[in-house]
């Protein structure tokens, strides 16, 4: 009898160590979550195609935040990727990385039918995203070596 209280515990305890990097994974949710904007110049409904928050304080402060809150968890802490999802140090600088930038965070991604990515377009303000772009430019490439 013992054994078998032994053995039950053993297997929850297994149980739970296994379920423990989908619950980590599932912390945030898979859905964007919004972005406070506060502060930041209002850039209306059109959306833009260039950043016009590069190098301001604040949008890279907020976007810090929102990518933490966002994208951290497919693209790595600090947007350092594991090799799944893109590697966003990576992106071109200037107007050609905003434009893919921008596209793909408000639209997505997917293939054969999978969501290898949700639009943000629509829970994430514009104000969000460019904020996020400011904050992707402040880091240095990554070192390939």
């Not at 009898?1 to 912390?27: C, D, E, S």
């Amino acid at each position: 009898m013992n054994l078998v209280r032994k053995f039950g515990a053993a297997t929850i305890l297994l149980a739970g160590v296994l379920a423990a990097p989908q619950a980590l994974l599932a912390a945030g949710g898979e859905a964007p979550q919004p972005i406070d904007t506060t502060g930041l110049k209002p850039l209306g409904n059109t959306w833009l195609k260039e950043n016009p928050y590069r190098g301001n304080p604040l949008a890279i402060k907020i976007g810090h935040t929102g990518y933490d809150e966002n994208c951290a968890r497919c693209h790595g802490i600090g947007a350092v990727s594991g090799g799944i999802s893109p590697d966003l140090r990576k992106l071109d600088p200037g107007k050609d990385g905003d434009e893919w930038f921008i596209h793909r965070a408000r639209l997505g991604s997917a293939k054969d039918g999978r969501i290898l990515m949700p639009k943000f377009e629509g829970v994430v303000s514009q104000e969000g995203l460019w904020a996020i772009r400011s904050w992707l430019d402040t880091l240095p490439p990554p070192d390939d070596n």
